[in-house]
């Protein structure tokens, strides 16, 4: 598996959760990263982005709840996610992306639920 996410679950509204996405080295190096979003019913959407100087992006519906971060020395991205809402329920997938040549790799998807 070149890239792996974990950390989701159930939690409250309100609560918070971070997820993690290992990569291999050569799936991650140089890479942009990022994480996406898929809810039932609805378009898979981007969720936010980190460029390999730490340049970060962030939809709008989770700007100044949700920090996208990389450790580039672990090969990890990661994505800590603040005052969860109900409709940030969804299945979280993580992306890499080569700058130049778009070339992109996907993870398996891990499962965030948002209850009330």
């Known amino acids: 598996v070149q890239l792996q996410a974990s950390g989701g679950g159930l939690v409250q509204a309100g609560g918070s959760l971070r997820l993690s996405c290992a990569a291999s080295?050569?799936?991650?190096?140089?890479?942009?990263m990022g994480w996406y979003r898929q809810a039932p019913g609805k378009q898979r959407e981007l969720v936010a982005t980190?460029?390999?100087?730490?340049?970060?992006y962030y939809a709008a519906s989770v700007k100044g709840r949700f920090t996208i971060s990389r450790d580039n020395a672990k090969n990890t991205v990661y994505l800590q996610m603040n005052s969860l809402r109900l409709e940030d329920t969804a299945v979280y997938s993580c992306?890499?992306?080569?700058?130049?040549?778009?070339?992109?790799?996907w993870g398996q998807g891990t499962q965030v639920t948002v209850s009330s």
């Open positions: 992306n890499a992306r080569h700058p130049i040549l778009g070339t992109t790799s």
């Open positions: 080295r050569n799936i991650f190096s140089g890479r942009i």
């Open positions: 980190i460029t390999i100087d730490g340049s970060t």
